[in-house]
């Protein structure tokens, strides 16, 4: 009765030697088509690129398979090692890290089998996949539970196949958020009992360590960043260098400010965005004597980059915080006040902030704090008029290539699925420079 399994894994073994063999042989031939790639073509490079991309995908989709049966295997456990990442580590040489983010990914995949199927077959990268992981290993049992759920895995598959991996760990966190509101709480409220902040004198200088809360964390940004203007030609600063000095200038702005006194406050200069459904929710809720078993499923409120707000934190700023109302139509286009003037007010910028999120140029990620508002019909070319419906966000660099080009900007409906106004750019000869799609750089 033992001789068929031996002869089987005798034969799967033969299998996966000539599949390696094979693979191996792959490599080379790409490596002698590749040795030279300043002397292919464009079309030949990008090819290779997107073939080496997807080819990633899939082996790392494979990998994780294969760790996930030696994990439940167990028989790594005779080597010494405490863990199976442990023993990972050591064999593969990766190191720890690596080695977890191997086995978040592939626990992902597992749990979640179209996206991982979609890594597989290389329609998703392996960097969406980490973007995911990340969500559904600090998200509560449940929350997990419900992102498995069929629906949720096509819309997460939805996001991941339209924007980056960055915007889509966003947009994954939003909608475990929307998922499960108290989760994001909890996890919040862990954070901050978690936080601390150590300042140490010492013969070097002054030594700051310490863990913030995300929201914390990410005042503590924007307040840096505001108090580090963009570095000069002739400026030789590294960027801890530059940070270390705002840090400086944020205490001394403090200490020379003759309104700071026990009990001050400076409100913090945070941009929340929020639908209307989730007004009229946060409103029910505050009134609620009770909360509710079951809350509706609304979307979360957000920064400006679209991170999930905590509830509380939302709460507390709505209990001290100037509130700018932008009304907007069916198409999302807020309100304008004409041609009275040519610099954009702030209620204006928050407008266009509101309504594009980033810089309006197809695949460029610059945050909404880097960019400016230019006139899509320019002021003094066209007599544009200073109005929300005529502005749209672009960092400098395009800003610059814009007027550098003299590009035509048209808006394009519907916004993406971040919810992102999108806008076509052309050339005066009529030619498409940016079409409103993600640049995948063909």
């Not at 310490?210 to 108090?227: C, I, P, Q, S, V």
């Not at 929300?388 to 003299?406: A, D, I, P, Q, T």
Request: include cysteine; hydrophobic fraction near 40%; charge should be neutral.
């Amino acid at each position: 009765m033992a001789a068929p399994p031996v002869l089987t894994v005798e034969r799967r073994t033969h299998d996966v030697a000539g599949a390696l063999a094979a693979l191996a042989g792959s490599v080379r031939e790409l490596t002698s088509v590749a040795a030279s790639p300043a002397d292919l073509g464009p079309v030949a490079r990008r090819e290779l690129l997107s073939g080496f991309d997807r080819a990633v995908a899939t082996l790392t989709a494979l990998r994780g398979q294969v760790l996930l049966a030696e994990r439940a295997e167990g028989t790594w456990r005779g080597h010494g090692d405490p863990t199976f990442e442990a023993w990972r580590a050591r064999t593969s040489r990766a190191g720890a890290r690596p080695v977890m983010v191997q086995v978040r990914q592939a626990d992902t995949a597992a749990a979640l089998p179209r996206v991982g199927d979609a890594v597989r077959d290389g329609s998703v990268t392996p960097d969406h996949l980490e973007a995911l992981s990340r969500v559904v290993a600090s998200a509560d049992p449940q929350v997990q539970a419900a992102l498995a759920a069929p629906e949720a895995q096509e819309e997460l598959l939805s996001v991941a196949r339209r924007v980056d991996a960055g915007t889509f760990g966003r947009a994954a966190a939003r909608i475990a958020a929307r998922l499960d509101p108290r989760g994001l709480e909890r996890s919040y409220q862990a954070q901050r009992a978690a936080r601390y902040l150590h300042v140490t004198d010492a013969t070097d200088g002054t030594r700051i360590s310490g863990l913030l809360d995300r929201m914390a964390g990410h005042r503590l940004r924007l307040a840096l960043e505001a108090a580090t203007p963009r570095p000069a030609k002739d400026d030789e600063r590294t960027s801890e260098q530059r940070r270390a000095d705002a840090l400086g200038a944020l205490a001394e702005s403090v200490l020379t400010d003759p309104r700071t006194s026990s009990g001050a406050a400076v409100r913090p200069h945070v941009s929340f965005h929020m639908t209307e459904s989730t007004w009229v929710a946060i409103r029910a809720q505050r009134r609620a004597t009770e909360p509710t078993v079951e809350e509706p499923a609304v979307e979360p409120v957000t920064l400006d980059d679209g991170t999930p707000v905590p509830p509380s934190e939302v709460a507390r700023a709505l209990c001290d915080c100037e509130l700018t109302r932008v009304v907007v139509d069916a198409r999302g286009a807020p309100l304008d006040i004409g041609r009275a003037q040519r610099t954009y007010t702030g209620a204006q910028r928050r407008a266009v902030v509101a309504r594009d999120r980033a810089c309006g140029w197809a695949g460029c990620d610059a945050q909404a704090r880097w960019c400016e508002v230019h006139h899509i019909r320019w002021w003094d070319r066209d007599k544009g008029p200073t109005s929300v419906e005529n502005g749209v966000l672009l960092c400098s660099f395009h800003h610059h290539e814009v007027h550098r080009r003299e590009l035509e900007i048209s808006r394009a409906g519907p916004p993406d699925p971040e919810g992102r106004m999108r806008y076509v750019f052309m050339s005066p000869s009529g030619r498409v420079v940016s079409d409103g799609a993600v640049d995948r750089g063909s």
